[in-house]
C-alpha cells in the first residue's frame, strides 16, 4: 500500500473525542495528521457544538485565519469541518514541539456564539535527513596513527519523534569507520576514525560516502561525500634508474654536447618530489673542469674539451636530494670512455710565391713553393695535396722532400678571357673521417699587347644622300680592343687614296679618337656616284697593333635636276610652229616630245601629259613616249591654227617638269606625213644654198668630233694612276644609263640626232654634233641658216642653256 493509501486509512479510523465543558469555557478538540488532501472532513461540527446542520445556512459561521492562510471551514448544509489547504506540521511548528496545535475560534451569529477548537496535528515521516553540507573534504597526513578521529558534521530532519534521525552508515573502506555519539539533548554526532595505516604513493585520495537515516515508515536518508586527501611526508628516497652508467664519447666533441641525462625518481610529491642533482666529492675537479651537470634536469653536458691524448676515461658520482624537511638522497656513477677521433688537421705552409706576372709568362714557370704537414700519425697523417678547380696550373713535386711542392703554369695564359685566378690548394688526410685545410693564392695576370682591335664588321657600307651639307656626320665607326691602358688607346685615320686625282682626305675625314666619319664637301649624284677607301685603327701599344676596314660610301640621288625637252627643239623662251596637212588620217603622227633627266633611273623617269589643248577630242598625247598622234581627221569646223602645251614631269618627290608649247597650222595642199619625213629625208636641191650649208655645216662637225675622239686619246693614254670609280663620260644627249624608260622614252644617240637633224633642218638651221667639254653631259649646236649663229645646250647644271656663236 503507497503512503498516500496508509495516511487515508489511518485518518479514516481516527478518535475524535469531545470533552464537553461548560458553555463559557467549552474547548473541542481534534487531531488530524499534516499532509491531508483539501476536502478532507475533519469531523461534524454541527454535531459536536449541538447545532441543527440545517440552521447553519441561515447563520454566518467564520473561522479564524493563521499565517494568511485559510486552512479550515465549514459546510454550511451537513455542518462538516473540512480541510480547504494542506497543513504542514513543520511550517506551522518549526521549533519541533512535542504536540502541534491549531487553535480556531468558531464565530456564529445570530444569535451570537463562540466555540473554541484546538487543532491536533500529527507528524508523519514526510522528510528526509539531509547534511547541511553534501560534500565534506578532510586532509589527513599519511603518517597518522590508526585510532585518531576525525569530526563530521551531522544530520537535520525536521521530522518529529521515530521520523527524524535515528542512525549513520558509512560506504566500506579499509582505512575508516564511523562512530555515533549522543549528546544531552539526544543529537546524534558521528566521528571518522582512522582503522589502518595511510600511504600517499599507493592512495592520494578516498572517497567516502556517509548516510543518515530516520526511522520513519518507510525509511528516508541523507548523504554526504566525505574526501579524505592523504598529505605527503617524506618517507621515499630519491632513486635513478641505474646505478652506474657506460658512456662511449668521442674526443674533441663540441661544447654543449649531451653526454646522458640522469633520471631519479621520488614517489613522494610537492617538494618532497623535487630533485637536485649534483657532483660528489669523488669526483674530481678536473672532470668537473670538462663536464657539466643541470641541478634540476640532471643533463650532463661537455664545458671543456675533451681530449684523448689527454685522458681515455672519466668517472663521475652523481648524487639527486630531495627538498623535504629531512632530505632524502640517492647516488649513482657515470663512466665515460673517450674514443680516439682524427682530430688535426693538415696544413699547408706557402713558402714563396708571385702573385703578378705577365699574361705571355712560359708554361712551366714557377709560381709558389708550397709545403704540407700533419701531426696525426698512421692513416690520420697520410695528407694529400690538389688543385681545387681546374684551371691552367699544375702542382709537381719539389726536390726538398716528399712533402713539398711546386706550382707551375700548365697552358698559356689569356688575361683578356681570365685576368685573375684564385687558386685554391687543398690538402687532406687519410683518416675517417678525413680532415682538411686549404690555402687561396691570388695570381693577377699583366696585360701585354697580343690582341689587335676589332671591328665588329669587316665592310661598311654607308649611304649619303647628295647635298649633304659640308662637315655632315656620316657614321660612327667603333674598336674593340680587350686590351688595357695604352694597349687599348686607339686612333683612327684613313689610309691615302686618291680618286680622279682628288685624295680622299679632301672627301671626307675621321675623328682620331671617337671613329666619327664626317663628309668635307657636298656631293653630286650626276657627278660621284660612290667612294671606297680604307679605314685603319690602330692602338698605342709597343709594339702597335692595328686594323682596317672597308667602307663604301654610296651617294644617294635626290631628284634635283628637271627634265629638259630636246625635241622638238625650240629656242629659249620660243613656240614651236608645226604645219599639218588638213587630210592628215586617223592616227597620224603629229609631232613627239623627247625630255631628258640626267637623276637616277627613278626619279629620271618621265611621263607626258596635256597641260593645255585647243581641241582635247582631236589629238592624244602617249604618256610614256610623248608622241601626239590625230584621234580623227580634221572638219571643216575645225579652227585652222590649234595650240597645245605638253608637260614632261619625272618621277621624283617632289616631281619636277618642264613644258614645251606647240603652235599647229593645217594646210590645205597634200603635204607628206611628219611620220614620213622621220623615216625618208627631205628631198632638196643639192645645188640649192641651203643645201650647201648643210654639207659644210656637217664637214665641219665631223672635223671637230674627230679632233675630239683624238685629243681624248691622248688624255687617256698619258693617265700614270686610272681611278678605280671614273665618272662616266658623255658625248652625246643620251646619258648611259643602266636601264631604259618604258615605251622608248630614251632613245639611242644615232636616233636621236637622226629625228634632230630632220627637225632642225625643217627650221632652215644646220645641226653639228661638238665635241664634249669636261664635266657636261651633252653639247647640241644648231646653226640657223638665216642668222648665222649657233645654240649649244649643256647639262652641268642640269638645264638647257643656249649659247650664241658666229659661224
Not at 641541478?295 to 672519466?314: A, L, N, Q, R
Amino acid at each position: 500500500m503507497s503512503y498516500a493509501g496508509q495516511r487515508m486509512a489511518f485518518w479514516t479510523g481516527v478518535f475524535v473525542f469531545c470533552v464537553a465543558w461548560p458553555a463559557a469555557l467549552s474547548v473541542t478538540r481534534y487531531s488530524i495528521a499534516e499532509e491531508m488532501e483539501r476536502g478532507s472532513v475533519v469531523a461534524n461540527l454541527a454535531a459536536d457544538l449541538g447545532l441543527e446542520p440545517g440552521g447553519l445556512a441561515q447563520r454566518e459561521v467564520k473561522l479564524d485565519i493563521f499565517h494568511n492562510k485559510k486552512y479550515l471551514d465549514v459546510n454550511k448544509k451537513t455542518g462538516e469541518l473540512f480541510v480547504v489547504e494542506k497543513i504542514d506540521r513543520e511550517y506551522l511548528c518549526p521549533s519541533k514541539p512535542p504536540s502541534c496545535l491549531l487553535k480556531l475560534d468558531v464565530v456564529i451569529e445570530s444569535p451570537l456564539r463562540i466555540f473554541n477548537i484546538e487543532l491536533g496535528i500529527s507528524d508523519i515521516n514526510d522528510n528526509a535527513p539531509h547534511f547541511r553540507r553534501d560534500r565534506v573534504e578532510l586532509d589527513v597526513s599519511e603518517s597518522a596513527t590508526p585510532g585518531e578521529r576525525f569530526s563530521l558534521p551531522n544530520a537535520v530532519d525536521p521530522d518529529v519523534g521515530i521520523n527524524t534521525v535515528k542512525t549513520y552508515k558509512l560506504s566500506p573502506s579499509q582505512h575508516f569507520t564511523i562512530e555515533i555519539q549522543t549528546g544531552t539533548d539526544g543529537t546524534q554526532y558521528v566521528d571518522l576514525v582512522l582503522t589502518k595505516a595511510l600511504d600517499r604513493e599507493e592512495t592520494a585520495m578516498h572517497n567516502l560516502i556517509l548516510t543518515a537515516v530516520d526511522g520513519g515508515d518507510p525509511v528516508r536518508s541523507g548523504t554526504a561525500n566525505i574526501i579524505v586527501r592523504v598529505q605527503d611526508t617524506n618517507d621515499n628516497p630519491p632513486r635513478f634508474d641505474k646505478q652506474i652508467y657506460t658512456i662511449d664519447m668521442a674526443e674533441n666533441s663540441p661544447i654543449g654536447t649531451v653526454v646522458e641525462k640522469l633520471n631519479a625518481t621520488d614517489l613522494d610529491e610537492g617538494p618532497n618530489s623535487e630533485l637536485v642533482y649534483s657532483f660528489t666529492l669523488y669526483t674530481s675537479e678536473k672532470t668537473q673542469d670538462v663536464f657539466a651537470l643541470n641541478p634540476s634536469t640532471g643533463e650532463i653536458t661537455v664545458k671543456g674539451t675533451i681530449d684523448y691524448e689527454d685522458m681515455k676515461f672519466y668517472e663521475m658520482h652523481v648524487e639527486a636530494r630531495d627538498k623535504g624537511e629531512f632530505p632524502l638522497q640517492g647516488q649513482c656513477k657515470v663512466v665515460v670512455h673517450v674514443t680516439d677521433m682524427n682530430d688535426n688537421y693538415p696544413e699547408i705552409t706557402i713558402q714563396s710565391v708571385k702573385n703578378t706576372v705577365n699574361e705571355d709568362v712560359p708554361v712551366g714557370t714557377v709560381i709558389a713553393l708550397v709545403a704540407i704537414s700533419d701531426r696525426d700519425t698512421g692513416d690520420n697523417g697520410n695528407v694529400n695535396l690538389y688543385i681545387h678547380d681546374s684551371i691552367p696550373f699544375v702542382l709537381n713535386k719539389s726536390s726538398d722532400g716528399p712533402r713539398h711542392y711546386k706550382l707551375l703554369v700548365s697552358q698559356p695564359l689569356d688575361r683578356e678571357s681570365v685576368p685573375d685566378y684564385e687558386i685554391t690548394l687543398i690538402v687532406r688526410d687519410s683518416g675517417t673521417p678525413s680532415l682538411s685545410d686549404n690555402e687561396t693564392i691570388i695570381l693577377h695576370l699583366l696585360d701585354v699587347n697580343d690582341n689587335v682591335p676589332h671591328f665588329p664588321q669587316s665592310f661598311y657600307t654607308i649611304r649619303v644622300m647628295e647635298n649633304n651639307a659640308p662637315g655632315a656626320l656620316l657614321s660612327s665607326l667603333s674598336v674593340f680592343d680587350p686590351d688595357l691602358h695604352e694597349n687599348q688607346y686607339l686612333v683612327y685615320f684613313i689610309l691615302e687614296k686618291e680618286i680622279a686625282n682628288t685624295s680622299m682626305s679632301m672627301l671626307f675625314s675621321i675623328n682620331p679618337e671617337n671613329g666619327n666619319l664626317y663628309a668635307l664637301k657636298t656631293f653630286d649624284y650626276e657627278m660621284e656616284k660612290d667612294f671606297l677607301f680604307h679605314i685603319e685603327a690602330r692602338d698605342s701599344g709597343s709594339p702597335p697593333l692595328s686594323s682596317n676596314v672597308t667602307v663604301h660610301i654610296i651617294i644617294m640621288d635626290q631628284n634635283d635636276n628637271a627634265p629638259v625637252i630636246v625635241s622638238p627643239w625650240r629656242a629659249h623662251g620660243s613656240v614651236v610652229e608645226e604645219k599639218i596637212p588638213r587630210s592628215t588620217d586617223k592616227g597620224s603622227l603629229v609631232a613627239k616630245v623627247i625630255a631628258l633627266d640626267v637623276d637616277s633611273v627613278h626619279n629620271s623617269r618621265i611621263t607626258y601629259h596635256f597641260l593645255q589643248v585647243t581641241d582635247a577630242t582631236l589629238f592624244s598625247l602617249d604618256q610614256y613616249n610623248g608622241e601626239i598622234r590625230t584621234m580623227r581627221m580634221f572638219s571643216y569646223k575645225d579652227p585652222r591654227h590649234l595650240r597645245m602645251v605638253v608637260v614632261a614631269k619625272d618621277n621624283g618627290d617632289p616631281a619636277l617638269s618642264a613644258t614645251v608649247t606647240i603652235k599647229l597650222s593645217t594646210m590645205e595642199t597634200a603635204v607628206k606625213a611628219y611620220s614620213d619625213m622621220t623615216e625618208v629625208p627631205m628631198e632638196y636641191d643639192i645645188f640649192s644654198d641651203l643645201n650647201l650649208y648643210l654639207v659644210i655645216g656637217l664637214g665641219s662637225v665631223s672635223f671637230l668630233l674627230l679632233i675630239t675622239i683624238l685629243v681624248t686619246i691622248v688624255l687617256k693614254c698619258q693617265k700614270t694612276k686610272p681611278s678605280m670609280v671614273a665618272p662616266p663620260s658623255r658625248n652625246s644627249v643620251i646619258s648611259e644609263r643602266n636601264s631604259t624608260l618604258a615605251d622608248s622614252t630614251l632613245v639611242s644617240n644615232d636616233a636621236y640626232w637622226y629625228s634632230l637633224f630632220l627637225a632642225e633642218t625643217r627650221k632652215g638651221k644646220m645641226v653639228v654634233r661638238q665635241p664634249v667639254p669636261k664635266g657636261s653631259r651633252y653639247i647640241v649646236s644648231s646653226i640657223p641658216r638665216s642668222t648665222g649663229m649657233s645654240e649649244t645646250s649643256g647639262s652641268a647644271t642640269s638645264t638647257l642653256q643656249e649659247y650664241w656663236t658666229s659661224m
